[in-house]
């Protein structure tokens, strides 16, 4: 009687690591992907950051360009 209640505690023992141990390797897959989602969403907030002064340089050109035709247009009408 004793030896089947040590084999039926050791039995749940090895299900009760072998449960853990799964729970643990999906919880950290879970964790990694998530840490992976969170850097590609920076990156890319960082490249649009990179470029926002490039198009606020632009826009700079542009609007001047605009106010130099209207008064190139002015001095025509």
């Known amino acids: 009687m004793a030896d089947s209640n040590v084999i039926v505690a050791m039995i749940s023992l090895i299900g009760t690591l072998g449960g853990s141990l799964g729970g ?3 919880s950290s ?3 990694n992907y998530r840490i992976q989602q969170l850097e590609n969403k ?4 960082n490249n649009f950051a990179r470029r926002m002064p490039v198009v606020e340089e632009q826009i700079k050109v542009i609007n001047h360009r605009i106010q130099d035709l209207e008064k190139e247009e002015q001095h025509h009408a």
């Open 42 to 45: 920076v990156a890319e907030h």
């Open 24 to 26: 643990i390797l999906v």
């Open 29 to 31: 897959k879970m964790t």
